[in-house]
């Protein structure tokens, strides 16, 4: 594995999607672009490199390296954003308001996209995004769907609709929730609670949960953060289940499909939350996270099939559409009475 590092492929790849994932950086925090944020920002700018086909096929090798190694060394640096006091004070209220929503929702979406007609595996990616933590879960996700080698080109178009899916529906639900808050008549807390609960991005739950005020906010990170620390235990139970409905067929003996890079998030987040360190540098590893997830994204993007893309998505984006909404009207009913 190591000796992609000394490839020509590996070092036009990281250079392009370093470029792309600081631009989208740059571009996620300014004003109207940050509720679309810049993991999504990063992928649309892989998706464009397409367009000089040269540059694309010197990088192929890396391309693949990044879109795979460098996730999960996001989805690790991204645990030193969690900080467990902060989720333990927020009680064990929230904490099951979070397992709710995750397994409610990944469970509704899948079996929605199913009856839509949508393969097992665009629809469990789709739900994951929607029920967890948008595009960062749909990454985590990934890696514990095993595919052949001749469905991994098939199974990067379906991580990029996923995605894309996830992070439009995820931008809309935004700006109606923002629209409705005059008319739910909610207290600040209660408002964060309903923003954290029902949006897909961090990015959606942080826009959405400030225009509440910084009470709204805060209410709306701490919920949100509690269903992303639903993502290790999703992703071990998913990649069991996944793994005993879509067997190999190349003869190997099957491994239980643990998560090692989901430990990593976990210690992370214990690090981040116990061990002393300058503030400063807990906000450059949270920083550096997302530049690595950036480069992952970038990555999917470059290696995106456009026809599979614009013709595979509609009853996938039916689905998570339709478990969105439900999720809403819960959220809204379950903040209003309990919080």
Known sequence: MYTKF??????????????CSLVGSFLGGMPYLTIIGALVISLILG?????????????????????????????????????????????????????????????LTYNI???FGVSKRLAILTASGTGICGAAAIMGISPQIKVSKEEETAKHNDEVLAVAIVAILGTLFTLIEIALKPMLHMSSTQFG??????????????ATGGAGGPISLSAAIITKLSRVLLLAPAALVIGIWYQHQEPLTDGKKEKLPIPWFMAGFILA?????????????LNMLVKLAYIVLGM????LGMSVNFKVFLSSGKKAVLAALSSSVILLIFTIIVSKSFF
């Open 113 to 115: 996209a199913r009856k």
């Open 193 to 206: 609670v309903m923003a954290g609960g029902s949006l897909h991005e961090i990015a959606h739950a942080i």
């Open 47 to 107: 998706m464009l490199f397409q367009l000089y086909r040269p540059a694309i096929d010197k990088a192929e090798m890396g391309i693949g390296f990044i879109s795979n190694k460098f996730l999960r060394l996001g989805i690790i640096l991204l645990g030193f954003k969690l900080n467990l006091i902060d989720l333990a004070n927020a009680g064990v209220k929230t904490i099951l308001f979070a397992i709710v929503i995750v397994s409610g929702v990944i469970f």
């Open 296 to 299: 992952a994204m970038a990555a």
């Open 269 to 281: 987040s214990i690090i981040g939350t116990f061990v002393l360190m300058p503030a400063n540098l």
């Open 6 to 19: 000394f490839e020509k492929s590996f070092y036009y790849a990281f250079g392009m999607t370093l470029l």
